[in-house]
């Protein structure tokens, strides 16, 4: 609470990702209030889908059903906007029972708006896997009559860099966030093939990323400083 009043104080927009299982607390909340923008995540609605796609480490974590309490006590308290994501797996939490059921916690919740994404770098289970992006939509346009719901797929650059400095640097941050495959880093820049490995052999040259091979396949990460 005191670094958000902090930054409010600064005149900072405030924006909070969390997963939300301490919203049961009055202390929590009440910081979280002052916040300009919450970002909740709720994966599943159903315990045992839960438990797959969120593995808690804790048996202190609260149930889907009480985490859905808390989050429309949250909504009706919180003047920001009130944002729920959802990362959709295959094979989990994308049958049409699961969607059916994530649109009633919604309507519960009442957030401002949905987003709606799925697995975009190597997953943390061996049998995780991405929905397409057309699925993506279609679960998205199922949950639009009620509130926006917004689609995120893949990779993205926070900006648009305009040097070939700044491009490498985003290049860094970008891999640093979490592995990336050389189409994600492609498709986040736009660029063309030629001009990428350029750039992807400087950097390793400069020891600031490196290649690894995963069981999902080829990924570029922030290289570790040496020790």
Known sequence: SD???????????????????????????????????VMLSLDAVAPEV?????????????SP????KHFAAFSVMFGGELCLMTVLV?????????????????????????????IGGPPAGPGAKAVSEEFLRSAAKALDQQV????????????????????????????????????????AFELKA??????????RIEGLIEKKELPHGSYYTKKAPPK
């Open 90 to 118: 295959a094979g989990l939490n994308d049958r049409p029972e699961h969607l059916m059921a994530l649109k009633e916690a919604v309507n519960r919740i009442k957030p401002r708006s949905v987003r709606l994404s799925t």
């Open 148 to 187: 926006s719901a917004e689609v995120r797929s893949g990779y993205e650059a926070s900006f648009m860099p305009t040097t070939a400095a700044g491009l490498k640097a985003a290049i860094v941050d970008l891999v640093a966030a979490r592995p990336a495959t050389y189409m994600d880093i492609a498709e």
């Open 194 to 203: 030629g001009d990428l490995n350029q750039y992807l052999d400087q950097l």
């Open 3 to 37: 670094l958000i009043t902090g930054m409010k104080r600064f005149k900072v927009p405030v924006a909070v990702i969390s997963n939300g299982t301490r919203l049961n607390r009055p202390e929590v909340r009440d910081a979280l209030a002052g916040a300009d923008m």
């Open 50 to 62: 839960y438990k797959k796609i969120c593995r808690p480490l804790s048996l202190d974590i609260p």
């Open 65 to 68: 059903g009480e985490l859905i």
